[in-house]
């Protein structure tokens, strides 16, 4: 551990933010969308928050990993990233809509979107569907 480096167990500091309820509204759009309230995923440039790493979305991607592992890997991402950018985060939860975009513009539960939202549900979030 580095000079002035905080020891943080992010397993329950993650656990005692979660417990907060936000009444934040979840969206998907394609990735033309440039509203206010837009939240870009995508791998391409996304926001570095809630994208994740390339190569595990690759391996999804491709089918070198099932679901379930996509998506233990992909929370533990978030989690940490919860932690260790929790002014960020805040400032999505406390709005009361957000609108995701992905480059893929999958209408499936293919794309991690899906699993965002997934992630966004334990904090109260409800998912609204897709902007037409």
Known sequence: MGAGAIPI???????DRVKGRHKLD?????AGYEGDDCVDVSIQG?????????HL???????KIDEARFQEAFFDYLEKSFVQ???????ILDKNK?????????DDKSCHRYFIIKFLKMFGAVYKGKLK
Not at 26 to 30: Q, Y
Not at 57 to 63: H, N, Q, S, T
């Open 46 to 54: 996304g926001h570095f928050i809630m994208t994740p790493p390339k």
């Open 9 to 15: 167990q992010i397993d329950k500091a993650f656990r």
């Open 85 to 91: 950018h929790q002014h960020t985060w805040d400032n």
């Open 57 to 63: 979305l690759i391996e999804y991607k491709l089918g």
């Open 26 to 30: 979840v969206f998907i759009a394609d």
């Open 98 to 106: 957000i609108v995701l975009i992905c480059s893929c513009n999958s």
